[in-house]
């Protein structure tokens, strides 16, 4: 079955000086699936997330949401993102209700409720504890409520996991599942952790050096590797070839 294209990037290249971060990138994400986004630290998943969710904007190449071009169609296209992208900063002695509330103001999306995205992430009960005193964990579930609530139709997720206890990977895992399967929203996912992107992915791809290495389904990874996608992972590190 041929999938609609969700987000579509080709040939980017970002540098920052002199240094050249990423170098003609293309990569294809499918409506309705959880596209995993494999790297080591500093091999430039960060940077392409950034451009996707218009915090840098590229030197060459484009980038295509839901058909659409982000540089022409930014600020149009941001209100069907969610994103969270590095560590979330927020308003420290709000609550996290109040924090869900100026968002929505900034987004200008009215009416909508907080509680069912507090409940979705596992936060219904923080009350109106300041945000200053919530722990990692909670700070990341935070973030993901901030990405989800204002019902986007694409997740753009960068360590999403970061700070969260087996029971909050557990948690999040069926919850991006539930999103997709459900829902029908679309989810790039960016770690480092490789077990959590074989728990929940439809295709993944992997990046070193800023370059695209490979875009495979996962299942089809397991095929023809014959292992995990770990042993595939580390294969393609030591300079074996890609699928």
């Given at each position: 079955m041929n999938l609609k294209t969700a987000i579509q990037i080709n040939h980017l290249a970002k540098s920052f000086g002199s240094?050249?971060?990423?170098?003609?990138?293309?990569?294809?994400v499918e409506q309705g699936t959880i596209y995993g986004f494999l790297g080591e630290n500093g091999a430039g998943k960060t940077t392409i997330l950034k451009m996707l969710?218009?915090?840098?904007?590229?030197?060459?190449?484009?980038?295509?949401i839901l058909g659409s071009d982000m540089l022409r169609n930014r600020d149009k296209l941001l209100s069907k993102i969610g994103s969270l992208i590095e560590s979330p900063t927020f308003y420290e002695h709000l609550s996290s209700k109040k924090n869900l509330e100026i968002h929505l103001a900034y987004m200008g999306v009215p009416g909508i409720?907080?509680?069912?995205?507090?409940?979705?992430?596992?936060l219904s009960n923080t009350g109106e504890?300041?945000?200053?005193?919530?722990?990692?964990?909670?700070?990341?579930?935070?973030?993901?409520?901030?990405?989800l609530i204002h019902q986007p139709q694409i997740l753009i997720l960068d360590e999403p996991l970061n700070g969260l206890d087996p029971m909050g990977i557990k948690d999040m895992r069926e919850l991006f599942l539930n999103l997709t399967q459900q829902n029908g929203m679309t989810i790039l996912l960016s770690s480092h952790i490789i077990?959590?992107?074989?728990h929940v992915a439809d295709k993944v791809g992997i990046i070193a050096d800023g370059r695209i290495l490979c875009e495979s389904n996962l299942a089809q990874i397991k095929t023809e590797s014959k292992g995990s996608l770990e042993d595939y992972?580390?294969?393609?590190?030591s300079g074996g070839k890609p699928l």
């Open positions: 240094n050249q971060v990423i170098t003609d990138c293309s990569m294809r969710t218009g915090l840098l904007t590229p030197d060459t190449g484009s980038i295509e409720s907080s509680d069912n995205v507090l409940k979705l992430v596992g504890k300041a945000v200053s005193k919530f722990s990692l964990g909670m700070r990341q579930r935070l973030g993901i409520a901030r990405a077990s959590e992107i074989e992972f580390f294969n393609l590190m």
